[in-house]
């Protein structure tokens, strides 16, 4: 007979990714993830691995439910719509109380993908996936004659991914809410071009 896990393996891992969001992933120890969790270290060996593979399961977890939020949003409004909200969502994020953490992608893209090709393969897929959903959204919004067809979809959204990746890492320093709203209109405005 297999033995039973005593615990919820997604949400022990979300735990850990909180963590690991929070602290960063050489920050954090074992001890933290264990405490965090609420797991002993064979139960964490036995269904995750190891901490880099945790770290990497938790990653996906993080990217996985944030696109879902993110597909959630556009089927409930229209796609011009879906891009005001979604980038009114993230100043909203980076000026609350979490804002400091910015966001667990960006923050692998910084401490890990330099020098580990798991991380910056993972990095790669879901900043593309948001490139690409943004440039979705822009031509269907194009086609509603909402955005002018003069605005180059490609371009536009890889200049709004690159603001919105601003606004994650200003927020870790503490940055003023004014600053922070001024790259969201700018963001916003590439849209009105």
Known sequence: MPWKKNFDVDVAL???GETFW?????ATSMRDLLEAMGIQKGSFYDTY??????????????????FAQFESLVEEQGPKESLRTLINAIFEECVGPNGHRGCMLL????????????????VNR?????????????????????ISTSV??????KAMLAIVMGMRVFSRTNSSK????TLA???LGLLER
């Open 49 to 66: 691995g190891s901490k880099r593979e945790a770290y990497q399961r938790a990653l996906e977890q993080y990217a996985s439910t944030r």
């Open 185 to 187: 209109d700018q963001a």
């Open 152 to 157: 180059d979809a490609g371009a536009t959204a």
């Open 22 to 26: 929070s602290r960063g992933y050489e």
């Open 126 to 146: 879901a900043f593309e996936h948001h490139e690409q959903s943004y440039a979705d959204l822009i031509r269907a919004a194009q086609a509603q004659r909402k």
């Open 178 to 181: 004014a600053a922070l709203r």
């Open 107 to 122: 923050n692998c893209a910084l401490e890990l993908a330099p020098s580990d090709t798991a991380a910056q393969r993972a």
């Open 14 to 16: 979300h735990k850990a």
